[in-house]
């Protein structure tokens, strides 16, 4: 069967390749789930990859299958699975486990080891092609419901991550009731992010570079956030304008606007960073001001990568939510779609000059 393969280490190798179909006995203890796959999503990890700045086949081969973004239909499952059944559509998660602790609760994307294994990026093919099998435990089954939101359950993944961690560490101050968020970078994490922010009731301000009227700042404003153009208003000035922050998300891929954002931030605020970084890029900060800032105001910064079974689940919900408290908003994120695995060329044209595109996606097969 076809696949959209890359060869590690060599830029713009972005090519077809070839690999034996799957079967629901690859997988041991009757636990496997064959799943034709029907649409995947691809993002700047995709492009980075293909761009030779990180990603690694896996073992034994030269080449690595991309997407990590996946929506399928169950084709066939082995006798010990029960959550998914044939007919149903489900998406995958991203990381497998590896050997620390973390991996062997359900929480790889917390893995304490240095090697991370994640289909179609780190180690193990991904679902860019016909078909796959996985474990169970790996397929999280979407309602038919959101079948139209397809491949952005696994972004979502991501973005409900990041904030719930949030969430989490903020039990360190025993109350904290979050009215301020800044979301930096209106991608596809970010408008993602802007939405469950939302949907917690906060008040938004989503900023980016481009001026209204765009795509961007009309779904910001349609989710009852407010987009700002950082060409309108100067990061410095936005707390002075709007309050400062009590909790930032950066979804920009840029560093420098990662750690800029350090001076947004309220007392008792959490900064999340969410964006994986695979340049050079270095930036010169005021550090004794920073470094005082955030002692006296007792805040906290955050990395957050990947996402587990829960936070897809989770992230469905919100999915669902957002839905009706947002009616036709999420799906115009699916700007572009390309069609066929044999298209691939025209998927990273799109993925590296279309600046209009948030989401590029692959229409694998109907269904
Ligand atoms: C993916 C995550 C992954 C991260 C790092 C992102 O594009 O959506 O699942 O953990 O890249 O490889
Ligand atoms: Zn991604």
Not at 128 to 157: C, N, Q, W
Not at 192 to 203: A, D, K, P, Q, Y
Not at 289 to 316: P, Q, T
Request: with cysteine; proline share 6%; hydrophobic share 40%.
């Amino acid at each position: 069967m076809k696949a959209v393969a890359v060869t590690p280490g060599q830029p713009e190798s972005v090519h077809l390749a070839d690999l034996p179909k799957p079967s629901v006995t690859d997988m041991p203890d009757g636990r496997g789930v064959l799943v034709r796959v029907l649409k995947v999503g691809v993002d700047a990890t995709d492009r980075e990859i293909n761009e030779a700045k990180y990603g690694a086949p896996p073992p034994g081969y030269q080449f690595l299958v991309l997407g990590h973004e996946s929506f399928g239909v169950v084709e066939e499952v082995g006798p010990a699975v029960r959550h998914v059944k044939p007919g149903d559509y489900v998406t995958a998660t991203v990381r497998r486990p590896g050997g620390s602790i973390y991996d062997q609760i359900g929480t790889s994307d917390m893995t304490s080891e240095e090697t991370y294994y994640e289909r179609g990026i780190n180690l193990l093919h991904g679902f860019l092609t016909e078909y796959y099998v996985d474990d169970a435990e790996f397929i999280v089954r979407m309602p038919d419901g959101l079948k139209h939101l397809h491949v952005l359950a696994e972004p979502m993944s991501c973005a409900t991550k990041a904030v719930q961690q949030a969430y989490e560490v903020q039990r360190r101050l025993r109350v904290w009731r979050p009215q301020i968020a800044y979301v930096m970078g209106a991608g596809q994490i970010g408008l993602l992010t802007t939405l469950v922010l939302r949907l917690r009731g906060l008040e938004v301000y989503t900023l980016a570079r481009g001026e209204p009227p765009s795509l961007k700042a009309e779904l910001v404003e349609a989710m009852g956030a407010h987009y700002i153009s950082t060409k309108q208003v100067p990061l410095d000035e936005l707390p002075g304008r709007v309050g400062k922050a009590d909790l930032i998300i950066d979804a920009t891929g840029s560093s420098a606007v990662a750690f800029g954002s350090m001076q947004l931030l309220g007392h008792n605020g959490v900064l999340v960073w969410t964006s994986v970084t695979g340049g050079r890029q270095h930036v010169e900060v005021p550090s004794d001001k920073v470094n005082l800032d955030w002692v006296l105001g007792n805040k906290l910064l955050l990395g957050s990568v990947n996402a587990n079974r829960e936070h897809f689940e989770m992230g469905i919900k919100d999915m669902a939510l957002g839905e009706v408290t947002y009616p036709g908003v999420i799906e115009r994120i699916l700007t572009t779609p390309v069609d066929g695995l044999e298209s691939y060329e025209q998927m990273m044209r799109a993925l590296v000059d279309d600046q209009s595109a948030l989401k590029v996606y692959v229409n694998v097969a109907d269904g």
